[in-house]
């Protein structure tokens, strides 16, 4: 079965770090784009950032400079390092793997491999 197994939320000061980890199982991994989608309440699900199979990452303006993404296929893993977190970065945070991900998709939804989400609150 397919799995993508999400750790590394919780609840930090505004200024703070936390890092998450998403392991994958099941499919071929390193073949794939992987990253992190969020959704904060009543917002629309984003791409916060993703990396190709080939290593090319992208970052959302408001995350850029601030979050660093990795991958490591020998461990089937992408990780998120967020740092200098912002109360807007408060969101369930998703991690997701596609042949090609898509910019705008509906958090769980669409062809892709999604995890079971984990919370990030980031308070002021």
């Known amino acids: 079965d397919v799995q993508l197994v999400e750790s590394g939320g919780g609840s930090v000061q505004a200024g703070g770090s936390l890092r998450l980890s998403c392991t994958a199982s099941?499919?071929?991994?390193?073949?794939?784009?992987v990253g992190w989608y969020r959704q904060a309440p009543g917002d629309e699900c984003e791409m916060a950032s993703t990396?190709?199979?080939?290593?090319?990452?992208y970052y959302r303006a408001s995350v850029k400079g601030r979050f660093t993404i990795s991958r490591d296929n020998a461990k089937n893993t992408v990780y998120l390092q967020m740092n200098s977190l912002k109360p807007e970065d408060t969101a369930v945070y998703y991690c997701?793997?596609?042949?090609?991900?898509?910019?705008?998709?509906?958090?769980?939804?669409?062809?892709?491999?999604w995890g079971q989400g984990t919370q990030v609150t980031v308070s002021s």
């Open positions: 997701a793997s596609a042949r090609i991900l898509p910019f705008r998709t509906p958090c769980g939804g669409g062809k892709n491999y």
């Open positions: 099941g499919f071929t991994f390193d073949d794939r784009d």
């Open positions: 990396i190709s199979s080939e290593g090319a990452s």
